[in-house]
């Protein structure tokens, strides 16, 4: 029988390192590229490359914060725009130029704040994953699970809908912005 232990994470560092020696757990096919990365005035924790070829950002913190949620969009948003610097930067990935960046959150737990901005981006919301760290006799061991932005909960599996159009995306992103920013006027 196998005793798996929770271990407190200790910091956002610590499990950056921990996702980067397990990325394909994290998705098929995903390739640690650097960590931490600048995204001009944001870090990001953690770069990788997925099976495609497109840069996907990470976002790392203890308790995930709505600054967390912004951190992940702004650091895709920064590298979307400055494409021209992949090479020079992740010199021995191959990665695409067409296909912006993805965004990720990881995180322990997600505080209430940052789960109404996932609910409130909606399908422009950055994937985020709660992550659980255990000891057993062999080593760590991670516990993830995928956040439905809808819900806030756990997700089974994942959505067979179709993902929108880049252009589209970024259209509901602005609108679900400026809706979230409205309402925070009223509190």
């Given at each position: 029988m196998r005793v798996l232990r929770r271990r407190a994470i200790a910091d956002a560092g610590e499990l950056a390192g921990v996702l980067a020696g397990a990325a394909g757990q994290v998705e098929a096919g995903l390739t640690p590229l650097q960590r931490?990365?600048?995204?001009?005035?944001?870090?990001i924790d953690l770069a990788c490359a997925d099976a495609s070829g497109r840069l996907v950002l990470v976002a790392c913190d203890v308790v995930a914060g709505a600054e967390t949620v912004l951190r992940a969009i702004e650091g895709a948003a920064w590298w979307a725009e400055h494409v021209a610097l992949r090479p020079r930067v992740f010199a021995d990935a191959p990665?695409?130029?067409?296909?912006?960046?993805?965004?990720?959150?990881?995180?322990?737990?997600?505080?209430?704040r940052a789960l109404r901005l996932l609910r409130a981006l909606g399908p422009a919301a950055p994937e985020a994953f709660e992550c659980g760290l255990f000891e057993d006799a062999d080593g760590p061991v991670i516990g993830l699970e995928r956040l439905d932005a809808a819900s806030g909960r756990a997700q089974a599996s994942p959505s067979a809908e179709a993902p929108p159009s880049e252009?589209?995306?970024?259209?509901?992103?602005?609108?679900?912005?400026?809706?979230l920013r409205f309402s925070e006027g009223f509190r």
């Open positions: 931490p990365v600048a995204a001009g005035e944001v870090t990665l695409g130029r067409e296909a912006p960046p993805r965004a990720l959150v990881a995180a322990s737990r997600f505080s209430d252009g589209g995306r970024a259209a509901a992103l602005i609108e679900r912005l400026e809706r």
